[in-house]
Structures are given as structure tokens and as C-alpha cells.
């Protein structure tokens, strides 16, 4: 039951051609590494592609200097490969930022008082919604110290 609501409440806050725009995505990236100079294409990323605008990130200022000296050619082989329309904004991101490394290790979280499972348990008790007292109450359960 939640799972529809949640549907729901998905699909009426999603922007219209949301598909497209999360299909495009990643396709535009590709074509950016197959057509930019090797040393330009390792330091782009798209961010985001709406339907008003296109958004480039890249790593360094330089980069996004020239980027910004080839946006009409980048924005023509766009439109002819595409078939798209929205203007080309490109934004410097630092790597930290645009890369995330997949094999760092994260610390382990730090482990929830007795407190703070005994206040969840009894500020649930005055939640009026039954499915949203029944969900802190199986947090507050899953939480309990093994």
C-alpha cells in the first residue's frame, strides 16, 4: 500500500519528460567522451539536462574556457545527434565533487543510545496515523543494540 502512494507522489512531482531527460543523460555524456579531445573529455560530466537547458560540468576553469569557446559546435552536433534545442550552460565542479570514488571505505555508523530508541517508542505512542506509529516503532526495533 505504501509503495502506490509513494508511486504517486512520485509521478505528479516529476517534471514532464522526465524519462527522456534521464535517458539523454547518459547519453549525452557518452557522446561528449567519443567526440571531445581526450584530455577535455575526462574532465566532463553532464549535471543536468531539463527542457530549457543543458548543464556541463567540468573539472577545471580552463576546461570549462574551452568548452565555452566550442559551445556553438558542441551545441550543433548536439542538435543534429539529438535532436535538441536547450541552451548549453557549463559550470565549474571540483572532482570531489563530480567523481565519487566507489571503493572508499565508509566509517560504520555510530551505534543509537537507549535515550534516543526509548524517546522514538514513546513519542510514537502519540502519532495519530497508524502507519506512521507502526514504522517509528520498527525503527525504534531495528535500532535496539545486538
Known amino acids: 500500500m505504501g509503495t502506490k502512494k509513494i508511486s504517486r507522489l512520485c ?15 547518459p547519453e549525452i555524456q557518452q557522446f561528449l567522451e ?7 573529455n575526462q574532465a566532463v560530466t553532464v549535471l543536468t539536462v531539463n527542457q530549457h537547458e543543458i548543464v556541463i560540468a567540468a573539472n577545471s576553469p580552463m576546461v570549462v574556457n574551452y568548452l565555452r569557446l566550442h559551445s556553438s559546435e558542441i551545441a550543433q552536433q548536439l542538435r543534429e545527434t539529438f ?11 571540483p572532482d570531489s565533487l563530480l567523481k565519487i570514488d566507489q571503493n572508499q571505505t565508509l566509517r560504520a555508523p555510530r551505534a543509537v543510545s537507549a535515550e534516543s530508541i526509548t524517546a522514538i517508542r514513546r513519542n510514537a505512542q502519540w502519532i495519530e496515523d497508524e502507519e506512521l506509529k507502526a514504522a517509528l516503532l520498527s525503527l525504534a ?3 535496539k543494540a545486538d
Open 11 to 25: 509521478q505528479s512531482v516529476l517534471p514532464p519528460g522526465f524519462e527522456q531527460v534521464t535517458r539523454l543523460g
Open 141 to 143: 526495533e531495528s535500532l
Open 83 to 93: 535532436q535538441l534545442e536547450q541552451a548549453l550552460k557549463f559550470r565549474t565542479v
Open 34 to 40: 567519443q567526440n571531445l579531445p581526450e584530455s577535455v
